[in-house]
């Protein structure tokens, strides 16, 4: 096996073929390093659906259940996986997790698995056992993080999130994920809170003056969870000013400047995205904004005319 460890290494692949094929067949077909060995250099000269015939034949007759080689059992989830077999990956995946304790990766492929098979709940255990085990794996808090996200438990995810970033700073993409789980709290402290700490992971990538785009958007919304509704009115309105059309900017721009009570402005931006193709979520979102605004324009109205009585009536 040496030997086609090395050929594969050096690029030689039809060598390294030779080589794992022979071992495979030196060890009666029930060598898993040879197999994935083979497969992996299958893969590599485009025969996938080859690759994942020589990983099942190296299957014992018990299946996967009898399988000691965790990288083996991620090989062939891989290629059930690609193949649509999701139950079948399952099914090796979750050897895998108890078969390779060491590995990280075994846990978050079958995380990943699962939230794609759309169940999602199942896939938080896993990733919970990992990072008891491994606390400064950064990937696992990651995959976390996402799928407490995606079960709507926002501040654990938040929470994972802030322990990624203790071990390295958050990339754009992750930082925008963080922003979303900010934006569904409930209003609060603790709203407040990590909007203004989701806005620090996001400023490491530059100010926002050169920011644009998702990014640009993102501190736009973070500011105005944070309570600074003015700024968040400049940065997006640069996003608007971009793409009229973007409804989540158009719906915070509106929110922004309703909150700096720039109400005839929230206004028009209001019935401009009422002239937007919209999701239902969306009109949702609008038919409060407007209400808001309603009652907003009411309270500014009832001061005026309180404040010409006063004038009228003089000291």
């Known amino acids: 096996m040496r030997r086609a460890d090395v050929a594969e290494a050096q690029g030689r692949l039809i060598e390294a073929a030779t080589s794992w094929q022979e071992a495979l067949e030196a060890s009666g077909g029930r060598s898993t390093r040879a197999a994935r060995g083979l497969a992996r250099v299958l893969s590599a000269q485009g025969d996938a659906d080859g690759a994942l015939r020589i990983l099942v034949s190296a299957l014992p007759p018990a299946g996967v259940e009898d399988v000691l080689d965790a990288q083996f059992l991620e090989d062939l989830a891989a290629h059930y996986s690609r193949i649509g077999a999701k139950d079948q990956a399952l099914s090796a995946l979750e050897v895998a997790v108890v078969r390779g304790p060491d590995r990280p990766s075994a846990p978050i492929l079958l995380a990943e698995l699962l939230v794609e098979m759309g169940q999602s709940e199942r896939a938080i255990e896993p990733l919970l056992r990992s990072v008891e085990m491994r606390p400064g794996h950064r990937p696992t808090h990651m995959a976390l993080a996402g799928v407490l996200g995606r079960r709507g438990n926002w501040l654990p995810a938040l929470e994972e999130y802030q322990v990624a970033a203790s071990l390295a700073p958050l990339g754009v993409a992750e930082s925008l994920r963080a922003t979303r789980s900010v934006l569904a709290l409930s209003q609060g402290e603790q709203r407040v809170r990590w909007a203004l700490r989701v806005t620090a992971w996001l400023e490491v990538h530059g100010p926002p003056a050169s920011q644009r785009g998702a990014q640009l958007r993102a501190l736009g919304e973070l500011y105005l969870a944070s309570g600074k509704a003015l700024e968040a009115c400049t940065l997006l309105e640069r996003v608007a000013g971009t793409d009229p059309g973007d409804v989540p900017t158009i719906l915070a721009l ?13 206004l028009a931006t209001a019935t401009h995205a009422g002239s937007l193709e ?3 979520p969306d009109r949702a979102v609008l ?10 324009a009411e309270r500014i109205e009832a001061a005026a005319r309180e404040g010409s009585g006063d004038d009228k009536r003089g000291p």
């Open 278 to 280: 919209l999701t239902e």
């Open 287 to 296: 038919e409060e904004l407007q209400a808001e605004i309603e009652e907003a």
């Open 254 to 266: 509106t929110r922004a400047y309703l909150q700096s009570d720039q109400c005839q402005r929230a």
